[in-house]
């Protein structure tokens, strides 16, 4: 059991020699080094005596590992292509890299044809991602990666709920009456959703990090449970998203999810993770995660205005 539950996304396979751990320290120090930041040297210190956990599944999707071929994916293609495009959408709509927008808008058209068929959008659409900042950054590796990505979406949110519980079981093995806070990133913040809806028990803190929880038709529709509502066991639930980031296809969640009386909503907090925006070492280095986190384990209330960066505002619901 932990007090802080870690739930990893996309792309993270090739941890499973030691089953996430590294990745799990490298989660834990920057959001260390992130409450040292902003709550000083005294909350890091109480923070390095918390337990946390990195919930690893990674190793599910070994065995699609080396598959390259959208068109030879064992995932629901239509997600496939439909998430695809709308990654390309999300580049076009606001990017701040001129090149990014320029590249998404030339294939968007391509996109739109009806003649094309499912395997043919799907490759425009992941040629365009390759070719966008921070996606090229994986170098030769980028085509794969962005298959890998899609395939693991799909695999996880397809009709085959084979994967789907076999990850959100590996959380719950990990919770316990002391669980405070569940972070989860990209794919993870879907895990952390779900699985906060089947904790029998109050959960101080939610946070989603680059989260395409917002995506209509492709994630949102497909959540469990449908309809999507706000988990009755989170009280204060953070969703914290970097304008770049297009794997977090809506940032904006509060008119898809209305807190229960009780609960707070941070909905649309922003963060900047400069050149890695999806990194979720960058997000947890977040002052407004660093914030949070440190609150739910310390016990210690924010003080009025503490949460500092640009965001919109919580969400409370009245009685």
């Known amino acids: 059991m932990a007090s802080v539950i870690f739930v990893h996304g996309i792309g993270q396979e090739r941890h499973h020699a030691d ?9 834990r120090v920057a959001l260390q080094n992130a409450i040292r930041t902003c709550r000083g040297t005294e909350a890091a210190l109480a923070f390095q005596d918390v337990s946390v956990a990195m919930t690893f599944y990674g190793d599910l999707f070994l065995a699609h590992a080396g598959m390259q071929g959208v068109e030879d994916l064992d995932v629901d293609s239509e997600i496939v292509r439909a998430l695809a495009a709308e990654w390309v959408a999300r580049a076009e709509a606001s990017a701040r890299s001129p090149d990014d927008r320029r590249e998404a808008r030339r294939v968007q058209p391509e996109l739109d044809a009806e003649v094309q068929g499912t395997g043919a959008v799907a490759r425009t659409a992941v040629e365009a991602l390759c070719r966008m900042r921070w996606f090229a950054q994986a170098g030769f590796s980028a085509v794969a990666a962005v298959n890998r990505a899609l395939r693991q979406v799909s695999a996880y949110l397809g009709d085959d709920q084979t994967i789907r519980n076999r990850v959100r079981d590996r959380v719950l093995a990990l919770t316990g009456q002391d669980t405070v806070a569940i972070v989860g990133h990209s794919l993870g913040s879907v895990v952390a959703f779900e699985v906060a809806h089947l904790l029998d028990r109050p959960l101080p803190l939610l946070v989603t990090m680059g989260s ?6 492709i994630v949102y529709d497909r959540l469990d449970p449908q309809p999507p509502t706000f988990p009755t066991s989170v009280r204060h639930w953070l969703n914290v998203a970097d304008r770049d980031d297009i794997v977090a296809a809506r940032p904006d969640l509060s008119s898809l999810f209305r807190p229960p009386p009780g609960a707070t909503f941070d909905a649309d907090e922003r963060a900047d993770n400069r050149s890695e925006p999806h990194d979720a070492t960058r997000y947890l280095s977040a002052q407004s995660v660093a914030l949070a986190v440190s609150t739910a384990t310390s016990g210690v209330p924010l003080a009025a205005g503490a949460m500092t960066e640009t965001r919109r505002g919580p969400r409370t619901s009245q009685p």
Request: hydrophobic share 40%; no cysteine; aromatic share 6%.
């Open 212 to 217: 395409p929880l917002g995506i209509r038709n």
């Open 19 to 27: 089953g996430g751990a590294a990745l799990g320290e490298s989660w």
